[in-house]
């Protein structure tokens, strides 16, 4: 507004200084004659015309100013994974180490010198870390040292600072997992001039427009010398507009060739001049420029186009690697460099040499430029994006906070809590147990398909989401929208209720496994074990471990179904149930497998409802804070029960249906956990967690057709392999006081001797919370 | 109004001593020569000094949303230790103790809860559990829920005195 203003003065200025120049010539010229004002129609004529051009201009100018000073481009959201975070004691390959320095484009070098730059031998690392600018601190580029030892980390230290300092904690800049592209697809990374390489702007210049700092938007020496180039070939050779008649035609025209717009484009870029200074229409033009296509998606500027073809910042770019980007401002797709290899390395030798005859580069330094091969990346960097899956649950969790239009445009920067080295594991699990070793188990068992999520086990953090055994492809998102049978996965809630009832029932309650019927409304039913036998009186624990089901329905009917249904409010499920029937003790029910998470996520917290997210934090495009979802938790069970309860799960993974599969895992692993199968094999489920993690796992066909498979059978043998490559923290639960062990038959097990419950219980401050 | 500010006052007292404690207390156990040095805790101990001094800023600002910013900075630092090392009790108390001072009544009570379940019965953590019963009263008295402060206050007087005994 005040710019405006002020523009206006100046305007009105120059204009009356105009006036006053003709009177003085006026003045000078021919002496005063009393008749003061003679017409001549030629004046009104005159004015006339000046009026109509002034107007016209003007509107030019409104056009220009608006344009360059509002938001000049809508910007896509950008995801990010969870950083890699190194420090002394992590769990972690050298070769994983170096799989994630080159994804994030880092360079193998003998001798690291800059950013991005890195060193590995065997169990050592030297890295030159990028700067990056996080929720919490502005991490600096640093040089660090890193040792392995028994594929863990066994030192980090910070060479940055003159003397070796070990270092506590050293963080990789987050992996780019997703963008949210707006409307027309446009995508780009803004630079600033003050970034921008030196010998990516002399490059420029001296091909586009080597009078740039000199003219006033329009060179008539230009014109003039393409003109003469022209004629010369008889072919159009050389351009003669100005970087900001280039900018002009791109920012403000269209693309059609008439002699209006090449008039209001000359105007246009006048007026620009005229505003602006050399570096904002220099920046402006850096980050405007069209430089590549990948599929619906055009590549704009010079920071995503160095992402684009190197997979590395504008700033790391080498001489003949910025060479390269200015050769394609010609014709990006007639100099594409996977296209057309050949071609492009003959145009940025020849933008090279022209740097040399303009004494931009000296000949050594150019000879070496063009040495070096394109350097281009095989894959088109920040083009497609991996987890469709997950990306589909943080645009859900997006979309609470932020709308549609500021998603697409405002160049938001996304923090999410994806793990890509679990998320990989999960991923690479579920593929080859499917095809090689599940869909061959059973004859019925083909087309199988799968779900898997993988949580924080006290933060609720959502560390992995597989979907299908083709997780790269978005469709039908099983994790969040698969509604499946649950199965035996209910029995924690029946056990639990009848737990935090410590007077009646502890773990080697006897619990009746013998023939049971019960009138339905739909008849009577009677409830039968997998293996068709009844099995007596049975400990409390053994009947979950084992997962009987005449017992369970047995104490379900006994403690009451509203009673258990609130404990499945109480433990996360939203999901109303119109009626309640007696079949829901046996899982009847149908959850998505990310309502599974949640539900089981409070057990696995140990009684605390976690609401499960996937984004950390967000920023704004220039790094500022805009939003953090923080840890937020809410005891829903005491401690105690709960305890009891992962006992028994525990059991389940020793003596119980997962012990066959658990026996091949890591002893020194403690894990809880339980099988899921539902009526005639349709679904396998498995849920397992240990003090780092929680798993859900679920198993079966798109058309809801038996597939021959139980939860041991099928979905274990998946998180198997997935524990066994990712070899999680897995420590036994800490005895909560009020809990006390007691050996009973040679057996140690817990026992509730406090009668004191936990104050949140839901009987002090948390009462009527759910 | 005084009443406000007494328990201000009380707050920023146990808290500055807690989170000074807890610092020092990790410091040692990791300088110990019986304890292996456990070098994964020189991670967590580097964020809870940051969080320490995120706190501390905030508590010496005087405008509201600077103060904020400046406690969901010691937060951050907390929860990034906490992905570290998920059961260390004390990151627990110290994220209780930032959003006790933020008024944040029934999160503050529920982490303390948290870090009293991954206290257990280790004696290494009695002192943690009273401060956490101490924490759990004032919360308690935030909400004006008096039959949970005089609950919460009787637990840790009764730990208090099995422990100085």
């Known amino acids: 507004m005040r710019r405006t203003k002020t523009f206006q003065n100046i305007r009105r200025g120059r204009a009356n200084y105009a006036t006053a120049g003709a009177r003085r010539r006026t003045l000078h010229r021919r002496p005063p004659r009393r008749r003061a004002f003679s017409f001549r129609w030629y004046w009104l004529l005159f004015i006339i015309i000046m009026f109509f051009c002034g107007s016209y201009v003007s509107e030019l100018d409104v056009q220009v100013r608006a344009k360059f000073e509002g938001q000049r481009w809508a910007l ?3 995801v990010y994974a969870s950083p890699l975070e190194l420090y002394t004691g992590l769990r972690l390959t050298p070769s994983r180490l170096s799989k994630e320095l080159n994804e994030l484009g880092y360079q193998n070098t003998s001798a690291p010198k800059k950013a991005g730059e890195y060193w590995h031998n065997k169990n050592e690392f030297l ?6 600018k996080f929720w ?4 600096l580029s640093r040089t660090v040292q890193i040792r392995f030892a028994d594929n863990q980390i066994s030192s980090v230290r910070d060479l940055s600072h003159n003397g070796k300092r070990a270092s506590p904690l050293i963080r990789l800049e987050p992996k780019l997992i997703g963008k949210i592209y707006p409307a027309h697809n ?5 630079v600033r001039s003050g970034e921008v390489p030196k010998h990516l702007i002399d490059a420029l210049i001296a091909m586009e427009d080597r009078n740039f700092y000199h003219h006033w938007g329009v060179s008539v020496m230009g014109m003039l010398r393409a003109f003469v180039a022209n004629f010369r070939a008889g072919k159009l050779v050389q351009g003669g507009s100005t970087l900001t008649q280039q900018l002009v035609k791109n920012f403000y025209l269209s693309s059609e060739r008439t002699l209006k717009r090449k008039i209001n484009e000359a ?29 619906k998606r055009a590549i704009h500027g010079v920071g995503l186009a160095a992402r684009f073809y190197f997979n590395r910042p504008l700033n790391e770019l080498d ?9 394609l401002v010609r014709g990006a797709s007639l100099y594409n460099p996977r296209k057309h290899p050949k071609r492009a390395l003959a145009r940025r030798n020849l933008v090279l040499d022209v740097m040399v005859k303009q004494g931009k580069i000296t000949a050594a330094e150019a000879q070496h430029a063009k040495a070096m091969p394109l350097g281009i990346t095989k894959k088109k960097s920040e083009s497609v994006f991996p987890y469709p899956a997950f990306m589909a649950l943080v645009r859900q969790q997006l979309h609470r906070d932020y709308n549609e239009e500021d998603l697409r445009s405002e160049g938001l920067q996304i923090f999410t809590t994806l793990n890509p080295l679990i998320q990989n594991a999960a991923e690479k699990a579920m593929e080859n147990a499917l095809k090689k070793k599940l869909e061959k188990k059973r004859p019925k068992a083909t087309n199988l398909e799968g779900a898997m999520i993988v949580t924080s086990s006290d933060q609720g953090e959502i560390l992995a989401m597989v979907n299908g055994k083709n997780t790269r492809y978005a469709g039908f998102n099983r994790p969040l929208e698969a509604k499946r049978q649950i199965g035996s996965l209910m029995k924690p809630a029946i056990f639990l209720t009848a737990l935090e009832q410590y007077q009646t029932y502890n773990l080697i309650t006897p619990l009746n496994d013998g023939p049971y019927k019960l009138k339905t409304k739909s008849g009577i039913w009677r409830p039968k074990n997998y293996d068709h036998r009844y099995h007596g009186y049975v400990p409390l624990y053994r009947v979950l471990a084992k997962s009987y089901n005449v017992a369970t329905v047995r104490l379900g ?7 258990i249904t609130h404990t499945l409010r109480r433990l996360g499920v939203k999901r109303k149930f119109n009626r309640l029937y007696p079949s829901m003790l046996l899982g009847s029910i149908t959850l998505t497998p990310l309502e599974v998470t949640q539900m089981y996520q409070t057990i696995a917290s140990g009684g605390f409802r976690v609401p499960l997210r996937s984004i950390r934090n967000v920023l704004d495009r220039n790094g500022k804070p805009l939003q953090r979802y923080s840890l937020s938790i809410e005891e829903r069970f005491d401690a105690k029960p709960i305890f009891l309860l992962n006992y028994a799960l525990q059991q389940v993974m020793k003596e119980g249906t997962g012990r066959y599969v658990s026996r091949t895992l890591p002893k020194e692993l403690v894990f809880a956990g339980k099988t899921g199968t539902t009526n005639n094999y349709r679904d396998s489920w498995f849920v397992g967690f240990g003090s780092e993690l929680l798993t859900v796992t679920w198993v079966g066909r798109d058309d809801n057709k038996p597939m021959g498979l139980t939860g041991a059978s099928g979905a274990m043998i998946i998180w198997r392999d997935f524990i066994k490559s990712v070899h999680p923290n897995a420590t036994a639960p800490i005895t909560p006081s009020g809990v006390e062990w007691r050996n009973i038959d040679g057996k140690d097990i817990p026992f509730i001797v406090d009668e004191q419950m936990g104050m949140g219980s839901g009987s002090l401050f948390f009462a009527g919370m759910y | 109004m005084n009443q406000i500010n007494k328990k201000s006052i009380l707050i920023k007292f146990i808290l500055i001593i807690t989170l000074i404690v807890t610092v020092e207390n990790l410091a040692l156990a990791a300088a110990s020569d019986y304890f292996k040095e456990d070098s994964s805790s020189s991670a967590v101990k580097a964020l809870l000094i940051d969080a320490s001094n995120a706190y501390k800023r905030g508590m010496q600002e005087t405008d509201p949303v600077k103060k904020n910013q400046a406690f969901e900075q010691a937060a951050a630092s907390l929860e990034r230790a906490l992905r570290i090392n998920p059961r260390q009790p004390t990151i627990w108390h110290n994220l209780a103790g930032v959003r006790l001072t933020q008024g944040d009544w029934m999160r503050a009570a529920n982490l303390a809860t948290k870090s009293n379940m ?27 829920d008096m039959t949970c402060a005089r609950e919460a206050r009787n637990r840790a007087q009764n730990l208090a005195q099995a422990l100085y005994q």
Not at chain 2, 120 to 136: A, Q, S, T, V
């Open chain 1, 76 to 78: 896509p959201a950008r």
């Open chain 1, 127 to 132: 890295i030159i870390t990028r700067a990056f």
């Open chain 1, 136 to 139: 919490d601190a502005s991490d």
């Open chain 1, 186 to 190: 446009e995508d780009r990374i803004l």
């Open chain 1, 267 to 295: 105007i246009m870029a006048l007026l620009l001049e005229w505003h602006y200074s050399k570096d904002e229409i220099l920046e402006t033009y850096l980050n405007e420029v069209y430089l590549g296509q990948s599929g």
């Open chain 1, 319 to 327: 001489l003949s690697q910025l060479a390269l980007l200015v050769s």
């Open chain 1, 557 to 563: 009917m006994e403690l009451g179904l509203n009673k």
């Open chain 2, 118 to 144: 991954h206290a257990g019965n280790d004696p290494k953590y009695y002192e943690l559990r009273i401060r956490n019963w101490m924490l759990i009263t004032l919360a308690c008295e935030g909400m004006g």
